[in-house]
């Protein structure tokens, strides 16, 4: 938007906008045009590369569509089972992990050993291992295990490996809870517990929660190893539909886009979280 | 450790004006002593506060007030000595510090004697009428409605009514630390702690803060403040007491202390506060 000198002066006196005004207006267009053109151009890669990718394969006649056509709505079936193995797991590993958290913080010598166990036994072995195990050895040990529902086993294998992890996310958030909060609280006489429920843990939750989403994403990807466990989600569809008809290729391929785009949708669903919070923290 | 039967009197106190007559002491702090590991801050305080009286307590930063006021309510474990608040009695004794019993005794403390700190520390994730109703409704176990109107009727005597639905982020300094003075007379407390409570203020918002506390003193409030605002120790303390090294060097009426130092130590740091603008009048 370039204007020449004598109806640059016409429009300040018509609209009295002042010409620092008017530069700044100028600038904000300018800045606004070029974002624009930045996202088109983005966008416009993205697609060609991926068609490119997809579009190579469907040229090369490796892709069955008439067989996806069939098979796929069973598949994509799957999904909504990940998904609510993904959100009951992740509420599940919280409480392990505020549980964990509050041990290794513990004074307590038999508690903090307690915590301390399960984060090193955890995160020193696979998660796969841990799957196998709650899977196929526990009903060794405890043949009652053999009669619960596989989805339960499987929630209960993911948030008790995710717990693990997210005890430390834990651990640190409740450290970042200023000393003067404690202080304040046990000023007024309430105890350390109520300290702890009242005080402290409303914070900390407030400050893992971006961590937490992270991890939520993370264990949507990981959620596809309970297909070990013929937890019917979306990898297990598509291992079993693939393998019986030799193709692979496409339910794998299905399977993967899948994935995809569900961390990319929650991502988004995270970052306007996380930006709504930090609204309401300037609000709080 | 069993401690003396009769206690150790403190020298320079004597009943406040508004001190009802054969009043016994509020507070009583004898030969308090704390170490920070080979760090000796405190080296055998004591202190007798009467009810209805205001004392201030001045020094130079680390001369040991803060701790001391914060012995008071046992934030911090004396090393030796005791604390007494409104007749319950308890010994130091740092290396039971964690037992349940010392532990119940020195919240049945800290209900009597409600501290109001230097950075306010109001809960953040409160509204307003929430931090002045937690201490009362978790502690006191007061129904929450009678906790309301207590906080209510404390809120509109600090001037915020109308910030009663707010959250602390969207205070001043000077109004969340009138909102933490509210906080600690909800609690309805035999002693009010003051650590320093103007000290993290814009100065424009001292004066508020100060009004308040002038308020409390005048009304009767017993208070014990840890301050560096001269003006209202002059205005509102019964007695001012001087502390350096973890010892109180001279203690007596503001005028006397404030305007005819006895002691070279009082004399230099009260010079240096004027010299440094720390002392300005509001």
């Known amino acids: 938007m370039s204007l020449s000198g004598p109806q640059q002066v016409a429009i300040n006196e018509n609209l009295r906008i002042s010409e620092p005004e008017l530069i700044v207006a100028e600038i904000r267009a300018a800045r606004a045009q070029e974002s624009r053109r930045f996202r088109l151009v983005f966008g416009l890669t993205w697609g060609i590369l991926i068609g490119l990718l997809v579009g190579s394969l469907f040229a090369a006649g490796k892709i069955d569509v008439a067989f996806l056509a069939e098979w796929g709505p069973y598949i994509l079936g799957g999904i909504p089972i990940?998904?609510?193995?993904?959100?009951?797991?992740?509420a599940a590993a919280i409480v392990f992990a505020v549980l964990g958290a509050l041990g290794r913080l513990s004074i307590r010598a038999p508690i903090y050993a307690v915590a301390t166990l399960y984060?090193?036994?955890?995160?020193?072995?696979?998660l796969i291992v841990q799957i196998l195990f709650i899977f196929l050895a526990l009903p060794q040990i405890i043949p009652a295990t053999a009669g619960i529902p596989v989805i339960i086993l499987a929630i209960f294998a993911l948030a008790f490996n995710y717990g693990a992890y997210m005890t430390e996310i834990f651990r640190a958030g409740i450290q970042a809870?200023?000393?003067?909060q404690i202080e304040a609280s046990g000023a007024l006489g309430m105890t350390d517990s109520q300290t702890m429920r009242r005080v402290i843990l409303p914070q900390a939750i407030r400050i893992v929660i971006p961590a937490i989403g992270n991890e939520f994403i993370a264990m949507i990807k990981d959620s596809a190893l309970v297909s070990l466990m013929t937890v019917q989600e979306l990898l297990w569809r598509a291992q079993r539909v693939g393998q019986s008809n030799f193709r692979s290729l496409e339910t794998l391929l299905l399977a993967a886009l899948v994935y995809w785009s569900l961390t990319i949708v929650f991502s988004i669903v995270q970052d306007r979280l996380e930006k709504r919070m930090a609204e309401s923290d300037r609000r709080i | 450790m069993p401690g003396p039967t009769t206690p150790i009197h403190d020298p320079f106190a004597t009943p406040g004006a508004l001190t009802p007559t054969g009043a016994e002491p509020m507070v009583r702090l004898e030969k308090l002593e704390k170490f920070f590991g080979s760090n000796h801050v405190l080296r055998g305080c004591t202190l007798e506060v009467y009810p209805r009286e205001t004392?201030?307590?001045?020094?130079?930063?680390?001369?040991?007030?803060?701790?001391?006021?914060?012995?008071?309510?046992?934030?911090?474990?004396?090393?030796v000595g005791s604390v007494e608040v409104d007749g319950l009695r308890i010994e130091a004794d740092p290396l039971h510090a964690r037992d349940k019993d010392h532990r119940e005794k020195i919240r049945q403390i800290r209900q009597r004697a409600q501290m109001v700190f230097q950075e306010f520390n109001l809960f953040p994730h409160m509204k307003v009428i929430d931090n002045l109703i937690e201490g009362p409704v978790q502690v006191k176990r007061v129904s929450k409605d009678e906790a309301i109107a207590t906080a209510e009727k404390y809120l509109h005597k600090v001037g915020l009514m109308d910030k009663r639905d707010e959250y602390p982020a969207r205070l001043s300094g000077g109004q969340k630390q009138r909102v933490a003075i509210a906080r600690a007379l909800t609690m309805e407390p035999k002693?009010?702690?003051?650590?320093?409570?103007?000290?993290?203020l814009d100065p424009t918002l001292v004066g508020e803060v100060i009004m308040v506390m002038e308020?409390?003193?005048?009304?009767?409030?017993?208070?014990?403040?840890?301050?560096?605002?001269?003006q209202f120790a002059r205005e509102a303390a019964d007695r001012v007491y001087f502390i350096e090294e973890g010892t109180f060097v001279e203690a007596g009426a503001p005028e006397e202390v404030l305007d005819h130092p006895q002691d070279e130590r009082t004399r230099r740091f009260l010079s240096r506060l004027l010299s440094s603008g720390a002392a300005v009048q509001r």
């Open chain 1, 119 to 126: 984060v090193s036994l955890v995160r020193g072995t696979p």
């Open chain 1, 177 to 180: 809870v200023p000393r003067g």
């Open chain 2, 215 to 230: 308020e409390l003193a005048h009304e009767g409030s017993t208070m014990i403040v840890v301050t560096h605002e001269m």
């Open chain 2, 191 to 200: 002693v009010l702690l003051f650590d320093e409570p103007t000290s993290a």
């Open chain 1, 82 to 90: 990940t998904i609510v193995v993904s959100i009951f797991s992740i």
């Open chain 2, 55 to 79: 004392i201030c307590l001045i020094g130079r930063s680390g001369s040991g007030k803060s701790t001391l006021l914060r012995c008071t309510n046992f934030l911090e474990e004396p090393t």
